[in-house]
């Protein structure tokens, strides 16, 4: 409120510096990590983002109650009024995560994981966005042969390909966020009306993720979107002093998790006719880390 001092400020400047030298020179003064300080501010960030969403949501709820029957021009806007609160709120939680895994130097907790397991569950993590978006999800597939979301039930098929093929060395806590905050940049991207699907590989010495998006309507956005993420993948400059394409917070993210887990990030087009080009990004996972 106008007039309110903030917390602290009712003491004279001279007793709050006597205070803080106090508080330095007792010993008790524990210093903060710059992770929590990140958490801490992330955390309010948010928290007033949200705020503001809510007041937002519920003025649409007001107007839609408004009316007996609600115009149909006012009602297209009251939709698209709640599916832009649904994509910040997604949003905003993505931005908690991903600042929080950048700003965390821990050192990486390396173990045996399965990929399926892990691309299985963002999947499942992130259809509901899918089908907010009218995008189509499509199970995931690996080395052709399609795994539904019941994983215990493909596991046990005949034809259910060996659960050592796709094991690599990961870190956990990094990984699964990498997966979920690629397929939600993809998912962003995506038309209404279009399709995203992923896909395993299993090769010798690695694994290797492919996210394939819905070829766009124009051609050259496909040529041109290929070239931005190759520099991009390859943190290339721009050429010729042009200015480098701005990228997704979900792409800063995954390329910082993807170099930690000595992977390799590409951007590849998916066999289809030449003037109907997809957009893939693929990452290929080394099976076994090379420690120092």
């Known amino acids: 409120m106008p007039g309110t001092p ?11 510096a006597s205070n803080a030298q106090v508080a330095a020179g007792s010993g008790n003064a ?37 009316f007996d029957t609600t115009p149909a021009p006012a009602q297209r806007a009251l939709d698209g009024i709640r599916s832009g609160m649904q994509q910040q709120l997604a949003l905003i939680e993505e931005m908690e995560e991903g600042v929080r895994l950048l700003a965390d130097e821990a050192p990486p907790r ?15 993590d992130r259809r509901h966005a899918a089908e907010a978006r009218g995008v189509l999800l499509s199970p995931l597939s690996t080395d052709g042969a399609a795994i539904w979301p019941d994983a215990s039930a493909s596991a046990n098929a005949p034809d259910a390909p060996d659960a ?3 094991r690599i060395d990961g ?14 940049h993809c998912i962003w991207r995506a038309p209404a009306g279009g399709a995203v699907s992923v896909h395993l590989f299993s090769e010798p010495d690695y694994v290797k993720l492919r996210i394939t998006e819905s070829p766009p309507l ?35 993210l995954t390329r910082r998790m993807v170099e930690m887990h000595g992977a390799v990030l590409s951007a590849e087009s998916a066999g289809c006719d030449s003037d109907k080009v997809s957009v893939c990004i693929a990452v290929r996972f080394p099976r076994h880390m090379r420690l120092a």
């Open 110 to 124: 390396w173990q045996q994981l399965d990929l399926r397991e892990l691309a299985l569950q963002a999947i499942a």
């Open 171 to 184: 870190d956990a806590m990094r990984l699964a966020p990498l997966l979920r905050h690629l397929l939600a």
């Open 6 to 16: 903030e917390p602290g400020s009712a003491l004279p400047s001279d007793a709050q």
């Open 164 to 166: 050592a093929a796709y």
């Open 30 to 66: 524990q210093p903060v990590s710059s992770v929590h300080e990140v958490s801490t501010l992330i955390e309010q960030s948010a928290h007033d983002l949200r705020s503001s969403l809510n007041a937002i949501q519920s003025w649409a709820y007001v107007l839609d109650r408004a």
């Open 218 to 252: 124009d051609s050259q956005r496909s040529a041109s979107r290929l070239a931005a993420l190759t520099d991009f993948f390859g943190r290339r400059p721009p050429q010729g002093g042009e200015t480098p394409s701005r990228q997704s917070s979900a792409l800063l």
